[in-house]
């Protein structure tokens, strides 16, 4: 018998139907999961070169390149608004290198006429001038009039704290290209970079602008704190104990211990020569309060020289100062001494400062020691006076700065003149030296304000003590 081979079975119509649509599906999914994984490199890499670069121009160099490749899109342009509030194309990229440079011209003359609406219509802000809403509107117009109505174009804003800093624009000559909602977003998504790396790069401009203010305020600080004395001097039959503390590291407050050398009666030894003692206060703080600080230290010394009367000096510092300081708004406060310690009697005069404080031991009493006067630089026509106190073995006097008795608690409470006088008092009775009572003072203040807490102005407080007479045996 003869075996007849089957007929081999020829493929149904159905599996070539189907076998088509399914290739198609997965090379669809393929090519997406392509396009996905480019558009995720890209964007790596946009964000490795934000954290690496530290250029700006660099990074920007990369944007609009960047905007066109996740879109797929033709080339880019990235527009910036400057301070002075001029539109200028910052960055520009096209595939096609044979039109861009009708297109760079064509956007170059954009950014020309926008910068002339721009600024007719801007508003000042806090990193220069805003362009409105119309100026942005011009922009948009522009550039979609100049690249032609078959360019399919898309732009963003580029936002720096809700500012409008500048436009991403992105095109493509291909006219079934269309802007989908992803592509905007991806779109979108560089722009906010942008954003983050002008940001970033207007932070680094402003702490290195910091750390040079820093580096020249350390500066400013120890030349002021060379020029304070460093020690109290020697004064025959008197102990003396001072300190500054300023606000900022730079401060207004000032004192002084200058030498005086009468030339009617000279004397060698110089704790037994006259001395002058001096407390001011500059309106203000910081630097501009310790630059005048600076300077009147230099004139005060200087006035010094010439031997007169502390009201005469008082008067000639007011001239100087109220023809350099004309309008500035910057006065001093000043109080100037002279002590003998020969006869014990201190002569004084006063600008508008707060008058020193003297616990007399004999009658436990205390005197504001004060003349008329108004404040070194504010009217040129101002007349100083002079008086004097005769001081006795005991007696403790206190120079300070505005800093004690403004000093306030949480409560909105100053530590007043009053809580001043009755601190100093009990320490004249209670401590032993002039440095126990410095530190007594400030140690009230101290606790007045709160422990945790730091004075809002600089506190400086001279204590000069008449040395009692040693008993005979």
Not at 109 to 126: C, I, K, Y
Not at 350 to 375: C, E, F, V
Not at 417 to 441: D, M, S, V
């Amino acid at each position: 018998m003869t075996t007849v081979p089957a007929p081999k079975s020829s493929p149904q119509p159905a599996d070539r139907s189907n076998s088509t649509p399914v290739f198609a599906l997965k090379e669809l999914v393929a090519r997406l999961h392509r396009e996905q994984h480019k558009t995720q490199d890209l964007l790596s890499s946009l964000g490795y070169a934000l954290r690496s670069f530290n250029n700006l121009n660099q990074f920007l160099e990369l944007i609009p390149l960047m905007a066109s490749r996740v879109t797929d899109a033709d080339g880019g342009a990235l527009f910036l608004f400057k301070p002075n509030g001029q539109v200028s194309l910052a960055r520009l990229h096209c595939q096609d290198s044979s039109h861009c440079q009708d297109i760079r011209r064509a956007l170059e003359t954009v950014s020309r006429q926008v910068t002339t609406t721009s600024l007719a219509t801007a508003t000042p802000g806090p990193t220069g001038v805003i362009p409105t809403y119309r100026g942005m509107a011009a922009l948009d117009y522009q550039v979609s009039h100049y690249l032609g109505s078959e360019i399919q174009l898309f732009g963003t804003a580029i936002l720096v704290k809700n500012v409008e800093r500048g436009r991403l624009y992105v095109f493509s000559e291909d006219p079934t290209y269309d802007w989908t909602e992803t592509r905007q977003k991806l779109v979108r998504l560089v722009a906010d970079q942008t954003a983050v790396a002008i940001a970033n790069e207007e932070l680094k401009i402003e702490l290195r602008n910091k750390e040079r203010l820093d580096r020249e305020l350390e500066i400013g600080a120890e030349i002021q704190r060379q020029l304070l004395p460093r020690q109290c001097p020697q004064i025959a039959g008197v102990a003396l104990a001072a300190h500054c503390k300023t606000a900022n590291r730079v401060g207004g407050d000032y004192y002084d211990f200058i030498p005086v050398h009468h030339a009617a009666s000279p004397v060698e030894d110089s704790q037994s020569s006259c001395w002058g003692l001096a407390i001011g206060d500059v309106m203000g703080k910081g630097v501009p309060a310790g630059l005048i600080m600076t300077m009147t230290r230099g004139m005060l010394r200087a006035e010094v020289l010439n031997g007169h009367s502390p009201a005469r000096i008082l008067q000639h510092l007011n001239l100087v100062y109220y023809a350099d300081l004309e309008n500035s708004h910057r006065f001093v406060t000043l109080f100037y001494s002279e002590y003998d310690p020969q006869t014990q009697i201190l002569h004084y005069s006063n600008a508008a400062h707060h008058p020193p404080l003297l616990w007399q031991a004999a009658t436990n009493t205390i005197k504001r020691l004060d003349t008329l006067g108004m404040l070194i630089g504010l009217d040129a026509s101002t007349q100083y006076q002079d008086a004097q106190v005769q001081l006795s073995p005991g007696d403790t006097l206190i120079y300070y700065t505005d800093g004690f008795t403004d000093a306030g608690n949480q409560s909105g409470d100053r530590f007043d003149e009053e809580n001043l006088i009755r601190a100093f008092r009990w320490a004249c009775e209670h401590c032993l030296n002039p440095q126990e009572i410095l530190e007594y003072l400030f140690d009230q203040v101290q606790q007045f304000i709160g422990s945790h807490r730091c004075n809002e102005d600089d506190m400086t407080l001279i204590v000069m003590q008449v040395k009692p007479q040693a008993v005979s045996s």
